[in-house]
C-alpha cells in the first residue's frame, strides 16, 4: 500500500472526521488519497488558520482533527498555531509536507527543519524518513496527543516517503489506550484531612477539568464540601452563572472583584486541573500568603512548577474528583461565604450601564450578554484589551461555549477558531475582538463564506492599540506608535467583510447593538459587526490581586 493511502486509511480509524488545511507541491502525495477519502476538508488562506481551526474544533468538541500543510514557509506558518495549542493543552495532529529524503540538509527549495522548529513549542514531533515506520508514528502520535496533558504533534513527511510502498494491514492497526492516571489514595486522605482543618477553603476549577469531562463532578464535589468555585480563564463557563457556589474568576487581568476577593479570605485553595499561570496569580507572595494549596494535575511537572504546593496530587481531574468525593463523607465548610456569595455577584459586578457615544466597550459586552443570553453560542477570543474586557465581563453558562487563546493570546486566532467549533458542533459561534487583530487574519472570512459557517465577529473597535497604549501610559508614562484613529474613519471594514461574501455592519449607538445582532444571524452569512467604541477608556488591571486598579467613567 501507499504511505499517503495508508495515512488516510489511519485517520480515518482514529476517528478523524474533519481536516483544516492548505494543498501544496510538498504535500500532494498525501492530498491524492485525501481526495479519495471520506474526511472532509476545509481549505483556508493561511497555514497558521489551518491549526487554529483544528483547535477551535477541539475546544469545542472534545473531538480530535487534523491539521495540514506543504513544506517550507507553509510549515513555518504552522509555528504560532502549534504554540497556542500546546499551551492550552488542546490536542491536534499537524501534518506537514517535505522535501524528497536526499534532498534533506542540502538547502532545496522549500526546505525546512520544521520537526526541529516545533520541538520547544509542541508537545512531540517527528521527520519520518523511514516509510515503514509510518504506521508505529502515526499510532504513537495519536497516544501522545491525547495522554497526559494533551498537546499538538507534528508529523513531517518527505514527498517520497509519501509515495513510497510499504506493507501494511489495515485490519492489524488499532488504536493505542490512553492512560489515565488515578490519584494515590493516601494522598487523597492527606487532602480530605486538610479540607477538614481548614476554616475558609475554596475550589479552583481549571480547564484540565473541563478537557477531563469532569465539570458536572466538580460543582457536586464542591456542594458536598460546602466551597466556593473560582473557575480558571480556561474553564470559564465550566459553572453556571447563578449557582450559588460561582464566585467568579480571579486574577489580575481577567480576574474579578468578586473572585479576587473570596481568593484572598480563604486560607486554603483545592486547585483541580490549574496550572497558577501569571495573569490568575499576579504577585505570587500576595497570591501564596499564608493559605495552604493542594493541588491537582494530571501533568507531574506542573505541580511545584510556579510555587510548591502543600500538597500535589498527580491524577486524572475526574478520577481525583471521585475519589475526593468517595473520601469526603460529612466534611462541610461552615465558611459563611457561600451564603454572601449570590450578594456579592450583584454588589461588586462592573458597571455596564453606559448610554454614551462613542459605546463605551463594558457597555458592548452588556449588550452582547443581553442578546446571546436567549440565543446559544460559542465565543472565541484572541489577545489585547478585547480579550481582557471579554474575561471580566463575558457571562458564559455552559463549558466549551468559551475558546480563549489562554496562555499564547494570539491576535488572528479568533476568526478560524471560530470556524473550526462551527464545524465541530454546528453551532452560532462568535469571534470577540479588537480592531487591530481583526487585520491579521480577516481573510478567514472567505473560507467562513464558502463553506456557510456563519461566524458572527464582534468588533470592539477602540482605534488604538489599546492594552499597549495602556500599558505605555501607566508603566512608562508615555505613549507612541499605538494610535489607530483611521480605523473609525477611512478604514473600512464593512467594505472589507463584505469583499469576503459577508454581511456587515457599523454600529456607533449602544442602543442598535441588538438589532445588529439579530441582522447578523438572520442574514445566514458570516458577519462582522463594528462597533465604534471610546478610544479612552482603560482595562481594570494590576500587579497583585490586592491591587487591581478599577476604572469607571
Not at 463532578?217 to 480563564?233: D, G, H, Q, R, S
Not at 494570539?410 to 477558531?417: F, M, N, V
Not at 456607533?508 to 458570516?526: C, T, V, W, Y
Request: net charge negative; with cysteine.
Amino acid at each position: 500500500m501507499i504511505v499517503s493511502e495508508a495515512i488516510v486509511k489511519i485517520l480515518e480509524k482514529e476517528g478523524i472526521t474533519d481536516a483544516f488545511g492548505i494543498p501544496g507541491a510538498g504535500i500532494n502525495g498525501l492530498y491524492k488519497y485525501m481526495a479519495k477519502s471520506k474526511i472532509r476538508h476545509y481549505t483556508h488562506r493561511h497555514e497558521e488558520c489551518c491549526v487554529h481551526a483544528a483547535g477551535g474544533y477541539f475546544r469545542a468538541s472534545g473531538k480530535m482533527a487534523v491539521a495540514m500543510c506543504t513544506s517550507g514557509p507553509g510549515a513555518t506558518n504552522f509555528v504560532t498555531g502549534i504554540y497556542t495549542c500546546n499551551i492550552d493543552s488542546i490536542p491536534v495532529i499537524a501534518i506537514t509536507g517535505q522535501a524528497v529524503r536526499a534532498q534533506l540538509g542540502k538547502d532545496p527549495f522549500q526546505c525546512v527543519d520544521i520537526a526541529k522548529i516545533c520541538e520547544p513549542v509542541a508537545k512531540k514531533t517527528y521527520c519520518v524518513t523511514e516509510p515503514e515506520k509510518i504506521p508505529q508514528v502515526f499510532s504513537e502520535a495519536f497516544r501522545i496527543a491525547k495522554e497526559g496533558k494533551p498537546g499538538p504533534v507534528v508529523i513531517d513527511l518527505p514527498l517520497d516517503v509519501q509515495n513510497a510502498e510499504i506493507e501494511f494491514d489495515l485490519n492489524s492497526y488499532q488504536p493505542q489506550t490512553v492512560f489515565s492516571p488515578a490519584p494515590d489514595p493516601a494522598l487523597i486522605s492527606q487532602a480530605i484531612e486538610m479540607i477538614r482543618e481548614a476554616k475558609t477553603p475554596l475550589m479552583i476549577m481549571g480547564g484540565g477539568v473541563v478537557l477531563a469531562g469532569a465539570e458536572k463532578e466538580c460543582v457536586k464535589l464542591a456542594e458536598t464540601f460546602n466551597m466556593p468555585v473560582i473557575t480558571t480563564y480556561m474553564a470559564k463557563g465550566a459553572i453556571p452563572l447563578e449557582h450559588p457556589l460561582n464566585a467568579g474568576h480571579c486574577g489580575i487581568q481577567v480576574g474579578q472583584p468578586i473572585g479576587n476577593k473570596v481568593f484572598l479570605e480563604s486560607d486554603l485553595v483545592l486547585g483541580i486541573g490549574c496550572r497558577f499561570t501569571d495573569r490568575h496569580t499576579g504577585d505570587i507572595k500576595v497570591y501564596r500568603g499564608n493559605r495552604k494549596f493542594i493541588h491537582i494535575n494530571i501533568e507531574g511537572s506542573e505541580i511545584n512548577k510556579i510555587f510548591p504546593a502543600d500538597l500535589g496530587i498527580v491524577a486524572d481531574a475526574k478520577k481525583a474528583i471521585a475519589a475526593l468525593q468517595e473520601k469526603a463523607g460529612t466534611i462541610k465548610s461552615d465558611w459563611d461565604m457561600p451564603q454572601r456569595l449570590p450578594k456579592l455577584r450583584k454588589e461588586l459586578a462592573r458597571k455596564t450601564d453606559y448610554d454614551c457615544k462613542p459605546i463605551n466597550p463594558h457597555r458592548a459586552f452588556a449588550e452582547l450578554n443581553k442578546y446571546f443570553g436567549e440565543h446559544e453560542a460559542i465565543f472565541t477570543t484572541g489577545c489585547g484589551i478585547t480579550q481582557i474586557w471579554s474575561g471580566q465581563l463575558q457571562e458564559i453558562d455552559q463549558p466549551r461555549h468559551y475558546l480563549p487563546s489562554g496562555g499564547a493570546g494570539c491576535l488572528g486566532y479568533d476568526i478560524p477558531a471560530a470556524f473550526g467549533a462551527g464545524i465541530a458542533t454546528g453551532k452560532q459561534t462568535v469571534a470577540v475582538m479588537g480592531d487591530f487583530g481583526f487585520t491579521f487574519h480577516a481573510q478567514e472570512l472567505a473560507v467562513c463564506a464558502k463553506f456557510k459557517v456563519p461566524v458572527i465577529v464582534f468588533l470592539i473597535n477602540n482605534a488604538y492599540l489599546g492594552l499597549i497604549r495602556q500599558n505605555q501610559k501607566y508603566a512608562y508614562g508615555y505613549e507612541y506608535a499605538v494610535e489607530m484613529a483611521e480605523n473609525q474613519d477611512w478604514v473600512d471594514y464593512v467594505k472589507v467583510a463584505e469583499g469576503f461574501g459577508c454581511y456587515a455592519q457599523r454600529v456607533f449607538d449602544p442602543n442598535e447593538i441588538q438589532a445588529a445582532l439579530k441582522r447578523a444571524q438572520e442574514s445566514g452569512k458570516p458577519a462582522v459587526i463594528d462597533v465604534i467604541c471610546d478610544p479612552s477608556v482603560d482595562c481594570s488591571m494590576g500587579n497583585s490581586l490586592d491591587s487591581v486598579r478599577e476604572f469607571v467613567y
